[in-house]
C-alpha cells in the first residue's frame, strides 16, 4: 500500500512526455508540412506546444520584442490561451540556408536558437538574430510500436525537447531547447515538445 502511494505522488509530479525514438530530417522547407513547390516555401503554418501534458497543449507561438535589438528583434513565446491571435510562420530561403521565419509587421523575419544567455536562459528560440545561433531543424518521432507521432518537430541535431516557463511579465510561455539529456530544470519549469503545422493534421 506504501509503495502504491509512493508511485501515484511521483506520478503526479512527473509530467513525463512520450517515449519516441527522434529522427532528424533534412534541413529542407520540403520537410516542414505544407510545402509548396512552385514558390520553394513551406506553409504559412503555426508553432505550438504538443506532449507537454499540460492544457497548454495546441497553444500557438507568437513573439515577445526584446529591447535590446543588438541580440535580436524578440523570444518566441507560446501564449497562454487558446486561440489567441499569433504572428504567421513559413519557411523560406534566405541566402544558402532554408529557415523557418515568423512574420514581424509584414515581414517574414528569420527564427534560429539563442546561443546568447537571455535572461539566463540559452537555448531559446530569438526572431532576426543579430548573430544567428543554430538552425531549427526538422525531426518525426516514432513511438516504440513502429507508429509514427503525428506532427512535425522543432529541435536540432536529434534534441527535440524544450523546457517550457511561464515569463510573467509577458504571460507567455518561454521555450528553451534542451541540448543534453542531463539538462536539469529550473523552477517552474516543465518538458514538451513543439510542433509546426495544424494540430488538427498529421503532418
Ligand atoms: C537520434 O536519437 C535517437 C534516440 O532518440 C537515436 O536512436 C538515433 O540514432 C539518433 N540519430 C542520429 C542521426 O543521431
Ligand atoms: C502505437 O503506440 C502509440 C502510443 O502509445 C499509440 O497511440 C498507437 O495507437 C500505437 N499504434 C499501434 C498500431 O498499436
Redo the contacts with the bound molecule.
Sequence with gaps: MLSLLVALAAAATVRAI?DVEVVPKENKCSNWPFYRQMSSVAGPFTLFAASTGTEIDGNRATYVTISDTTIAAGWVGITSQQGAAVPQVQCQVFGSAEMLAMNLNGQYQPLSISEYIYHEYDGLVFVKNVARGAPIEPHWHY?????RQDGTFLGWNNFTTWAYLLDQQSNKYRIRLLTDTAQKLYDGEFTGFVRAGDPRLSD
Excluded: E, K
Design positions: 512520450p513511438y516504440p510500436n513502429g507508429t
